[in-house]
């Protein structure tokens, strides 16, 4: 069993950055695949950012050259530093975890990119 804790969501100006946090409790950390997706109003769940388990890395198109996703396997966290956000970046946020069959989630932290 996994337990995942988002943080670090905010208002921010377009333009601006904002780095997002997931701590992760539970065993076997190291094992599980880790990804950041978001969730926009009115659309669905997409991802964002990869990390696997052997550090291999995947963005979106859309974030691709500003989002930035890492992994701390001593500190069970994941992190998602994002800059030059844009107001389209607005949306909720959602850790991952995945190892086989198990599929676990956090409660989401918002991300609001305005003026």
């Known amino acids: 069993q996994v337990q995942l804790v988002e943080s670090g969501g905010d208002l921010v100006q377009p333009g601006g950055s904002l780095r997002l946090s997931c701590a992760a409790s539970?065993?076997?950390?190291?094992?599980?695949?880790m990804g950041w997706y978001r969730q926009a109003p009115g659309r669905q769940r997409e991802l964002v950012a990869f990390?696997?388990?052997?550090?291999?890395?995947n963005y979106a198109d859309s974030v691709k050259g500003r989002f930035t996703i890492s992994r701390d396997s001593a500190k069970k966290a994941v992190y998602l530093q994002m800059n030059v956000l844009k107001p389209e970046d607005t949306g909720v946020y959602y850790c991952?975890?995945?190892?086989?069959?198990?599929?676990?989630w956090g409660q989401g932290t918002q991300v609001t990119v305005s003026s």
């Open positions: 991952n975890a995945r190892f086989g069959f198990r599929d676990y």
């Open positions: 539970g065993s076997s950390f190291s094992n599980y695949d």
């Open positions: 990390v696997s388990r052997a550090g291999t890395r």
